[in-house]
Nanobody, 120 residues
Framework: VQLQASGGGLVQAGGSLRLSCAAS????????IGWFRQAPGKVQEGLSC????????FYSDIAKGRFTISTDNAKRMVYLQMNNLQPEDTAVYYC??????????????WGQGTQVTVSS
């Protein structure tokens, strides 16, 4: 399984970014795909997941109201639109996949992340 995240960068507080992830190298069709992040010295934080078949979404409290997840299943792409970013959102953001329909999407596979830095 390969998961290539992109779209990170430096943004001012209040700004927006759209992260993209290209998923490949697997044949299972029933999965949750989404995003988590990790800042230096902090624990990993799950953000959002979406199911591959019915599009059911999950947002953690961190992500609710500011982040929106979407997919293009034909291209096996997943996106995370992030609005009103704040300095505490600074972290490396990772794309991840869990087989099947369980809770979350952050346990089975993940790729190299993309750095998001929010300046005050």
């Amino acid at each position: 399984v390969q998961l290539q995240a992109s779209g990170g960068g430096l943004v001012q507080a209040g700004g927006s970014l759209r992260l993209s992830c290209a998923a490949s190298g697997f044949t299972f069709d029933d999965y949750n795909i989404g995003w988590f992040r990790q800042a230096p010295g902090k624990v990993q934080e799950g953000l959002s997941c979406i199911h591959s078949i019915d599009g059911d979404t999950f947002y953690s409290d961190i992500a609710k109201g500011r982040f929106t997840i979407s997919t293009d299943n034909a291209k096996r792409m997943v996106y995370l639109q992030m609005n009103n970013l704040q300095p505490e959102d600074t972290a490396v953001y990772y794309c991840s996949v869990d087989k099947g329909r369980g809770y979350g999407c952050w346990d089975d596979y993940w790729g190299q992340g993309t750095q998001v830095t929010v300046s005050s």
